[in-house]
C-alpha cells in the first residue's frame, strides 16, 4: 500500500500536539498526583472491574517490574487493593478500594471536560469525523503491534443471540456516543435500556434476533432485528451501535449484512430503521445495503431536537 509521506508527517506532527495538550509531558496526568501509566493502570482496573496484574502487564505494555512497583505504590495510596477471584481465594485480582473509584470519577471528569473543550472548537460533522478517525487509527496502532498469531487470537467475533450484560452494555454503548457526540442525556439513554429490556426476552420468536460484536470477552458492537413492533410482516432494525475502537475496522458492514440477511431468510417484505440527520458514516452503510431515506422532519423522540429520518429497505 502507497502511503503519501506527507500525510505520514500531518498525522506524527498533530500526535505529538495530542502529547503535549493532553498533558503526558507532565509528571502525573489528568489532574492526579499519579503519573501517566499509574492512571492507566486505574482506568484499565475500572473497565474490568478486577483483573490480575499479569494481564494488567500486558494490557499497558510495560514490564512486569515496574507494573509491580507502580500497584505497591497504589495499594500504599488506598487507590487499588487485592482480593481473591470468586472461585478461587488463592488467585488475586487487583480492584478499586471506595478511594480509587472516586479517584476514577475525578479522572473521567478531567478527561471529557479536556474533550468537550476541544470538540467545541468543531461543528457535528467535523466532530463525528474526529471521533470515527481517532478511533480507526487507534485500532490501526493496536493492530501494528500484534504479530500474526496474536490478532488471529483476539479477533472481533459476531455472536448472535442473548448474552449475559447486553442490555446494560448496548445502553452504555449508545449513552457513551451520543452523549458525547450529540449532548443526548438520560432520556436517551432510558429510552434505550427501556427498549433493549423489553425486546430481550422477546428473542425466543424466530422472527427476532440480536446480534453482538465481540473481543476478548467484551460486547463492542451490537444490531437486532425486531420483527414484532411494526406489523405489517415488516422488520425493525435497531440498536446499531459500536465502540469508537472499532469504528473503520468493517465489524459495522458485518453487523448489518447479518441483520440484513436474516431479513431476507425470514421473507419480510420491508426492513425500516430511524435515525437522525448527521450519522453520514451510517447512513452511507445503510444506502451500501439497499436502504434509502424515506422521509425525514424535526422531532423529539431521543429528547433533543434533530432532523429525524427514516430509512427502508424492500424486497
Known amino acids: 500500500m502507497s502511503i503519501n509521506p506527507n500525510l505520514v508527517e500531518d498525522i506524527r506532527a498533530a500526535s505529538r500536539t495530542m502529547v503535549r495538550?493532553?498533558?503526558?509531558?507532565?509528571?502525573?496526568?489528568?489532574?492526579?498526583?499519579?503519573?501517566?501509566?499509574?492512571?492507566?493502570?486505574?482506568?484499565?482496573?475500572?473497565?474490568?472491574?478486577?483483573?490480575?496484574?499479569?494481564?494488567?502487564?500486558?494490557?499497558?505494555?510495560?514490564?512486569?517490574?515496574?507494573?509491580?512497583?507502580?500497584?505497591?505504590?497504589?495499594?500504599?495510596?488506598?487507590?487499588?487493593e487485592e482480593t481473591g477471584a470468586m472461585d478461587d481465594g488463592r488467585f488475586k485480582q487487583l480492584a478499586l478500594t471506595t478511594q480509587g473509584k472516586k479517584t476514577i470519577v475525578d479522572i473521567h471528569t478531567h478527561g471529557q471536560q479536556q474533550v468537550i473543550s476541544a470538540l467545541g472548537q468543531l461543528d457535528a460533522d467535523q466532530q463525528l469525523v474526529v471521533a470515527q478517525g481517532l478511533g480507526a487509527y487507534a485500532n490501526a496502532l493496536k493492530q501494528r503491534n500484534q504479530r500474526p498469531h496474536e490478532a488471529v487470537a483476539n479477533p472481533i467475533g459476531i455472536h448472535a443471540g442473548y448474552r449475559p450484560g447486553l442490555v446494560g452494555r448496548i445502553a452504555q454503548m449508545h449513552a457513551d456516543f451520543y452523549s458525547r457526540h450529540w449532548h443526548f442525556g438520560p432520556f436517551f439513554e432510558s429510552k434505550v435500556a427501556?427498549?433493549?429490556?423489553?425486546?430481550?426476552?422477546?428473542?425466543?420468536?424466530?422472527?427476532?434476533q440480536i446480534w453482538a460484536?465481540?473481543?476478548?470477552?467484551?460486547?463492542?458492537?451490537?444490531?437486532?432485528?425486531?420483527?414484532?413492533?411494526?406489523?405489517?410482516?415488516?422488520?425493525?432494525?435497531?440498536?446499531?451501535?459500536?465502540?469508537?475502537?472499532?469504528?473503520?475496522?468493517?465489524?459495522?458492514?458485518?453487523?448489518?449484512?447479518k441483520a440484513v440477511e436474516?431479513?431476507?431468510?425470514?421473507?419480510?417484505?420491508?426492513?425500516?430503521?430511524?435515525?437522525?440527520?448527521?450519522?453520514?458514516?451510517?447512513?452511507?452503510?445503510?444506502?451500501?445495503?439497499?436502504?434509502?431515506?424515506?422521509?425525514?422532519?424535526?422531532?423529539?423522540?431521543?429528547?433533543?431536537?434533530?432532523?429525524?429520518?427514516?430509512?427502508?429497505?424492500k424486497v
Open 213 to 257: 460484536a465481540v473481543q476478548n470477552g467484551r460486547i463492542v458492537g451490537s444490531i437486532a432485528i425486531d420483527g414484532q413492533d411494526l406489523g405489517n410482516n415488516e422488520a425493525h432494525l435497531r440498536w446499531f451501535i459500536l465502540d469508537d475502537g472499532c469504528r473503520g475496522s468493517g465489524i459495522g458492514r458485518e453487523l448489518l449484512t
Open 194 to 208: 427501556a427498549g433493549v429490556a423489553e425486546f430481550v426476552p422477546r428473542l425466543d420468536q424466530p422472527v427476532n
Open 21 to 80: 495538550e493532553l498533558g503526558f509531558m507532565k509528571s502525573t496526568l489528568a489532574g492526579t498526583r499519579y503519573s501517566p501509566s499509574a492512571v492507566h493502570a486505574l482506568l484499565e482496573i475500572d473497565m474490568h472491574g478486577a483483573m490480575p496484574a499479569a494481564q494488567l502487564v500486558q494490557a499497558l505494555g510495560l514490564e512486569k517490574s515496574s507494573v509491580s512497583r507502580m500497584v505497591g505504590k497504589l495499594i500504599e495510596a488506598g487507590e487499588i
Open 262 to 313: 436474516f431479513c431476507d431468510e425470514k421473507g419480510f417484505s420491508a426492513t425500516q430503521l430511524w435515525t437522525f440527520k448527521g450519522l453520514d458514516a451510517a447512513r452511507r452503510l445503510y444506502e451500501s445495503s439497499g436502504f434509502t431515506l424515506a422521509w425525514e422532519e424535526e422531532g423529539t423522540q431521543w429528547g433533543s431536537t434533530v432532523t429525524e429520518q427514516q430509512f427502508t429497505r
